[in-house]
């Protein structure tokens, strides 16, 4: 899949990344529906907002729900 990273100021870069996959029983597998821009990723993606770098970028999403781990009970 691919995974919109910061690699740079003003440098955004998408990357090939494994696909998440649920690790541990309390883990939740999700796929964005809607994405939105938070306060902080512009002044990331421009360097201004020092961060050790590449970062994925985007954070401020609705999902829904595709997998769940075993004990996911709500």
Known sequence: ???LQ??????LQWVE????????DTDV???????T????????ATGA???PLP???GH???TEIVDVGREVRR
């Open 55 to 57: 970062i994925p970028f």
């Open 17 to 24: 990344v494994p696909e998440p996959a649920i690790e541990e």
């Open 49 to 51: 907002f020092p961060l």
């Open 6 to 11: 910061v690699v740079g100021a003003e440098v």
């Open 60 to 62: 401020e999403f609705v």
């Open 29 to 35: 597998g999700v796929r964005p529906v809607a994405v």
């Open 37 to 44: 821009l938070c306060d902080l990723d512009r002044p990331m």
């Open 1 to 3: 899949m691919r995974q």
